[in-house]
């Protein structure tokens, strides 16, 4: 009996994860879906004006501006595209929380790196900052606290 009622919450509780995470992609590609398609209406509507207006004479100061309109609605264009991460990271929880997680354990992993590694494998001196070794401090456990050597 408690199995099954076991099995039917873990059951449940999948569901509902997976409904979580369902709405959460339909949210990311609709908001992928809104910049993309306000960045092509507003360069295809740009080049359009532009087309309808190629014969018409302008001064400098309006081919200017419509220069710098055509820039403008250009990289709108490619909005949608080129922010994908961004879009993600703002309307996605659970890829933010992975995400912090991620750049955790990564920051971890230099931080280890540049207190617990000696380069000591080079033919000629190296000048980085990142892996000399300083004989006069040595280790203890942890590696925030450094003990000088007495000479």
Known sequence: MSSTTYANINYLHQEQM??????????M???QALFVL????????QT???LLTMYTPKSTLRQAQESVGLTITGVLSYIGYA???YIYMTVSPSLRKQFKQLIKKYLRYLICHNH??????????CR??????????????RPQQLVPVKQ
């Open 83 to 85: 922010f994908n991460f």
């Open 38 to 45: 306000f960045g092509m209406i507003a360069y295809t509507t």
């Open 116 to 125: 617990c590694t000696i380069d000591t494998n080079r033919t000629a001196p």
């Open 48 to 50: 359009i004006y532009t």
């Open 128 to 141: 980085s900052t990142r892996n000399t070794f300083q004989p006069h401090l040595i280790q203890t456990k």
């Open 18 to 27: 997976r409904t979580q995470i369902q709405q959460q992609l339909t949210r």
């Open 29 to 31: 590609v609709g908001a």
